[in-house]
């Protein structure tokens, strides 16, 4: 093992280029395409401490998810990234389309 990387005085390691470090925007993206039927349709928007997903209306469920707990794990992990990144807590919005409403028939 490499322990060069690690200093004695238990502090992080230093940065480098070699690092992986995702932005939040790349992390909800990893979380989640491999959800969707659809993975192209995926729009992530970001305005100040808000991050708005757009995708597919077949794969609104998917994000949803039962009883609404995917989307509440993906808010989770959101906290948890903002937590270790030591970030202030944004927001997960789901634009969905709006539900078909009942016919109206004009009168001719």
Not at 18 to 43: A, G, Q, R
């Amino acid at each position: 093992m490499d322990f060069s990387r690690c200093p004695a005085d238990g502090k992080n390691p230093p940065t480098s280029k070699n690092t992986l470090t995702l932005s939040m925007e790349e992390y909800l993206k990893f979380l989640i395409t491999p959800l969707l039927s659809v993975p192209k349709d995926l729009e992530i928007l970001s305005s100040a401490g808000t991050f708005t997903l757009k995708v597919a209306p077949e794969d609104v469920g998917r994000i949803i998810g039962k009883h609404g707990n995917m989307i509440s794990a993906l808010r989770t992990l959101l906290r948890t990234y903002n937590t270790l990144h030591r970030q202030p807590p944004v927001n997960l919005i789901l634009d969905t389309p709006p539900a078909p409403g009942p016919e109206v028939k004009k009168d001719s």
